[in-house]
């Protein structure tokens, strides 16, 4: 065999590494940029004296005196407190229910029940508050059905645990899902040693599987704590028609209510959320290291002795599926009926109302048929984008020697800490500062930004464990066969990621599809989404063109989350 | 052209000394070996030496290229090294298939067409792979997918072959096979080859140098055949097939090596080598296992050492039996196929095979 010629190996060579360092400096940077862009402009409006397009402001702790001299901002601050403490506890007694229920007992179907305990998540925080309101809120279909039937209906939507009933159980999914794998991993031996004592079956789940989930439990009701404090469309829908202003709209209504906006009370008051949901994360990443001390990963997985409910089984059955009803079926049954109808009341037959008039609305004008084709393209094309993104992050934290990828780990995980409001409100006010960006302005594009960047934990989060799955001597034999770090990824761990990566897509597909929040200070004429456009019309009282526009929602929701599963299947069988 | 030199190569961990100043010069061609135990830094090693791994400190030279050079700052990235490095797992990319997983370093080197089918060609039919060229990796066996990582890194004509105990993976009976196989294609194509593992069988039968390493330091460099006789320590003494150390003192050295040792009993024993060390120092007698013969009666002549002893313990090896002896205070192993019936027996060794080393 002849000898490979120096020269071919020098020609890929030279600028090997130099490719390699500026391919991890430029995804570095981008995402160090996206992840300050919101957070700059807001810190630095929290201590100006003026407007930040405006010249002439100096530097002063004043925006943080009038705020705190609000005596509505305590309410806020206290409302705000209170709302994610029921909310939280809501969502955890819910979710640690169902993980005990669905893992750990002999409930029946409890496969299929998995899954429809999770549907909650594909839908949109603001469709789930709209369609609450149409059903249970003072003058829906269920609330005039039961004033009709038993002439009072025991509920009230416009209180902290009316709020806190909607947002908790929107967020049990999630305590669930991590609860669910701690549940599993209970080690069956502990509950025998209760059970041989004498305790009945459910003496041992309330006194050794609970206690062994705790740090399960506690991490998420931290997340449901964070979800809460960021949560915009529950208060929105229930607490400002009765002036219970939380963080979110108080930052909605300074921000977009009045004709001049306090720029700097709403810098202040953003930041100060900021803060506090950042101490937060801070707790909750030294629980997560300390819970690891907890979780005994057992390397064979052990049948585990399911508690039985005896005669309890088919009652707990039905609850669920009674719960599943109350919660969701009911609540989207009325929103799909509400799209077709003029109105929903218990006083007329549905069927004498039916009209395609609030459809016909939306078809009928640019503006909103335009706010679904760009909710499509962002969610399309920009969830693409953000993925490829996101996946190379990924690569640069785990796969390379980037001087900074510990830093940048730090930043891809950071955006948890930024509620979409805030995003919004920080990405606008980038927009008015930063000079050659401003052309971004009502295009679809900052909304494709402002989404990525709230998205980079998620699908971060996603790829991460896939690619560590993958045996770093896969990269390291193509290194030392010639390839630089760039053509490594290419070619051998990029191709080997792309499950992780189509799941990735999905989820940004879905939250992409479903973010409104970080949206409301970025839209304008031009690059409406289905969620804003939802919103204005809500603002005006048309809940018809609010319930078409939801009933859109779900529907694309189904189609791509079938489609995904049937392109999943396909490939699976090859 | 090739020969490589490693000049006080350091690597540590914070406090951990993964490797800690090795000096080593393989020669062009040479087969060498790196030998120890698990974690004595073996792997480390060798990744610096195909650039995977940044050392902490010192020099790796291949011919005149400088692969790394701590106070100068020199650091030539992996793929610019040309070594071929074979891993423990074999790293076969599951996603190609077997010509696929050889084209790729050749694309990289932008070997075109037809040169690059006749080249896979070629290095499949060094391993004896040609007909399964399509395959995938997890469609082979273990010794198969051995034998493609060994083509895809002779595809590329390394400067430099690097093996991570490659062989470990395969069952006994083939790794015998494949240990024949692979020295007798090293002494082929003639490629200066560093090889790495733990397995000291290994290491004799194929290596033209083998580096004893120990603790992250290279303790012995030596042929098999002196790394076997003539054991620079107690440690490699051990490693290299299991040795029995009787404590004593240094009683004389002559020039040609061989010497004299007093044990603690006061037995005097002949070595045939031991290290140049004052008289009266503490020093061991090292002699192995097999080289024990145990009698039940004091045999006649004495042109051997001899230590007489009670049996204690005794354990049965399939052909053979191993005895554990009480000589005077110091417990020997010997192994052999007689059956004794009385505790008093008198253990005999050549001093061919006594050799002294160092506490
Ligand atoms: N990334 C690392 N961090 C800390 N210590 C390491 C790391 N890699 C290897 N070591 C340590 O370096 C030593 C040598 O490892 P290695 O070269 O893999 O040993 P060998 O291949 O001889 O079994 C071991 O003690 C190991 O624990
Ligand atoms: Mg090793």
Known sequence: MASIPITARARHGDGGLNRALAIQALIGGSALILVAAPLVPILYQSFVSRPLYEDGGILTLDNYVRLFGDSVFYSVISNSILLALATTLIACILGVAFAIFLERTNLPFRKTLRSIVLWPMYVSQLVIAFSWFVMYGPSGYVTLLTQQL?????????????????????????????????????????????????????????????????????????????????????????????????????????????????????????????????????????????????????????????????????????????????????????????????????????????????????????????????????????????????????????????????????????????????????????????????????????????????????????????????????????????ADWWTACRTIILPLLKPAIFSAYVLLFLSFLKEYSSAVFLFSPGNEIIGTTMLSFWANGDTGPVAALSVIQIALTVIFVFAARQLLRSHQNV | MSELVLENLSKHFGDVRAIDGINLTVADGEFLTLLGPSGCGKSTTLFAIAGLDTPTGGIIRAGNNVFFDSTKGILVPPEKRNCGLVFQSYALWPHMTVEQNLAFPLKIRKVGGADRARRIAEALDLVEMAPYAKRYPHELSGGQQQRVALARTLVFEPTLLLLDEPLSNLDAKLRIRARNWLKELQQRLKITTIYVTHDQIEALAMSDRIAVMNKGEMVQLATPQEIYTRPAGAFVADFIGSSNFMKGKMARRDADGTAEVALEGGTMISAIWAPDVKPGSDVLVAVRPEHVRLAVARPANDDFNLLPGRITGRSYLGARYQYALDAGGTSIAAETEDAFDRPEVFATFDRAHAVVVLP
């Open chain 1, 150 to 482: 038993f002439g009072d209906a025991p509920w009230n939507l416009y209180t902290i645990w009316g709020m806190a009933a909607v947002g908790g159980t929107g967020m049990a999914p999630l305590v669930y899902l991590f609860c669910a794998s701690s549940a599993q991993r209970v080690d069956a031996t502990l509950e025998d040693a209760g059970r041989t004592m004498g305790a009945g079956s459910l003496r041992v789940l309330w006194s050794i599987s609970i206690p062994l989930m705790r740090p399960a439990i506690i991490y998420s009701a931290l997340l449901t704590f964070i979800g809460s404090l960021e949560m915009l469309s529950v208060p929105l829908v229930f607490g400002r028609p009765v002036g219970i202003e939380f963080f979110t709209t108080y930052l909605y209504s300074h921000g977009l209510g009045g004709i001049e906006p306090d720029y700097g009370i709403l810098g202040a008051a953003a930041a100060i959320l900021l803060v506090i949901i950042t101490v937060l994360l801070i707790c909750q990443g030294m629980l997560l290291t300390k819970a690891g001390r907890f979780v005994t990963l057992k390397g064979k997985a052990q049948r585990q002795k399911l508690a039985d409910l005896g005669a309890a089984r088919w009652p707990v059955f039905l609850l669920f599926l009674l719960y599943n009803v109350v919660i969701l079926a009911i609540p989207l049954a009325g929103i799909a009926l509400r799209s077709v109808t003029t109105f929903l009341t218990p006083l007329m037959a549905p069927f004498d109302l039916l009209t395609w008039e609030n459809f016909n609305l939306i078809f009928s004008y640019d503006a909103y048929v335009r706010s679904i084709t760009n909710s499509l393209i962002i969610s399309t094309v920009g969830g693409a984008i953000a993925t490829v993104f996101i996946a190379l992050i990924t690569l640069v934290v785990h796969r390379s020697n980037f001087r900074f990828r510990r830093q940048l780990e730090f930043i891809a995980l950071y955006p948890r800490a930024i509620p979409g409001i805030v995003a919004g409100i920080g990405l606008f006010w980038a927009m008015l500062i930063i000079p050659g960006i401003g052309w971004m302005h009502g295009t679809i594009w900052i909304m494709v930004l402002a989404f990525t960047m709230r998205s980079i934990p998620t699908a971060f989060g996603a790829i991460s464990p896939a690619l560590m799955q993958i045996s770093e001597e896969l990269d390291k034999s193509a290194r030392s066969c010639g």
